[in-house]
């Protein structure tokens, strides 16, 4: 059974933000069980830790004689050894797997920008003159990737490992109001979520922050 790293007490409070949940949803997407091993922002930083990942953050993955990190190429592996994230046709297997780039590095990178801001530099002199130009490089993405999902349900036919990276990344935009403005995203990412595995996945890292609130 796989071993995943997620926060021991998340930073977003449970609302399925930290990086953990892709693979989470990953692995209940194609019914393989997991365990979890919980890390403090301290244990993340040790030698014991780096040792999994070099940059010393989670999620790290562990089966059998293999490590990896980065949840791109974690959910890769998963949707390449198990059925149901990936097509079996070898051309709509590259399209999903380009989706999954461009979740990661076309959209996440922006979103990324954005909602750090929001977070850690709201009191800088300079926030409320940066912002707006943080927004519109989102909603310039926004705009193009509506014009995709408005037509269909999932980016390139059934649901892929492509919608799950995309969903991951546009949730991070939930507090930011944006996705409000783009009306075909929002029911895209609704769809996302309505899956069972989202919901299992999203129900297990909430209850991680709801056990840390009480101890
Ligand atoms: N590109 C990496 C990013 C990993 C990442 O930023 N993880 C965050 C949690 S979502 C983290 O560990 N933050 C704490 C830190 O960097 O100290 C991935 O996709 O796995």
Redesign the pocket.
């Known amino acids: 059974m796989p071993t995943i790293t997620a ?1 021991e007490s998340s930073p977003d409070r449970g609302k399925g ?3 953990d949940m892709r693979v989470r949803w990953a692995l209940e997407e194609v019914g393989q069980p997991y365990d979890v091993r919980l890390l403090s ?1 301290a244990a ?2 040790q030698p014991a830790h780096r040792a999994l990942h070099p ?5 790290t993955y562990e089966d059998g004689d293999l490590t990896l ?4 190429a974690i959910v890769l592996h998963i949707a390449e050894r198990h059925d149901g994230l990936l097509p079996k046709d070898a051309n709509a297997r590259a399209r999903a797997i380009a989706w999954m780039f461009a979740a ?1 590095s076309t959209m996440e990178p922006p979103i990324v920008e954005l909602t750090m801001a929001m977070l850690f530099e709201r009191d800088r002199s300079w926030y409320a003159e940066r912002l707006p130009s943080l927004q519109e490089r989102v909603r310039i993405r926004l705009g193009e990737l509506s014009r995709r999902v408005g037509k269909t349900d999932w980016l390139d036919g059934a649901f892929s490992a492509g919608d799950l990276m995309m969903v991951t990344v546009l949730r991070r935009l939930n507090t930011s109001g944006l996705l409000d403005e783009f009306r075909d995203i929002a029911a895209y990412v609704a769809r996302a979520e309505a899956r069972p595995a989202f919901r299992r996945a999203f129900e297990a890292q909430l209850a991680v922050f709801q056990a840390a609130s009480r101890s």
């Open positions: 926060f933000q930290a990086r922002f993340m930083k940059f010393g953050q989670i999620p990190f980065e949840s791109g990661l």
